[in-house]
Nanobody, 117 residues
Framework: VQLQASGGGLVQPGGSLRLSCAASGSIDDINAMAWYSQAPGKQREMVAALIPLRGTTQYTRSVKGRFTISGDNVKKTVYLQMNNLQPLDTAVYYC???????????WGQGTLVTVSS
């Protein structure tokens, strides 16, 4: 099973990016999806999470109102719409999916987002 993330790049402050992640290979039913970020010198942290069957989402406080997570557990895809990006958002973003309660089973390779003027 592989998760392929894409959509990162260089953007000016105030700009937008849309990250995409798709799973390939034999994969069990997905019960949760998320995006994590890891800034240089910092630990990886969760940015946004989605439980597709319930339609519930969760965001870290710093991105609320700016980022939107969406996904499809049948198509095994997850997206992160990032608006009003700020330099503090600069990081490698990883997608992850859970087929086992309480565990992130699959991880993408990461896509770099750089916010700079």
């Amino acid at each position: 099973v592989q998760l392929q993330a894409s959509g990162g790049g260089l953007v000016q402050p105030g700009g937008s990016l849309r990250l995409s992640c798709a799973a390939s290979g034999s994969i069990d039913d997905i019960n949760a999806m998320a995006w994590y970020s890891q800034a240089p010198g910092k630990q990886r942290e969760m940015v946004a999470a989605l439980i597709p069957l319930r339609g519930t989402t969760q965001y870290t406080r710093s991105v609320k109102g700016r980022f939107t997570i969406s996904g499809d557990n049948v198509k095994k895809t997850v997206y992160l719409q990032m608006n009003n990006l700020q330099p503090l958002d600069t990081a490698v973003y990883y997608c992850t999916m859970s087929a086992t309660f309480g565990r992130w089973d699959y991880w993408g390779q990461g896509t770099l987002v750089t916010v700079s003027s």
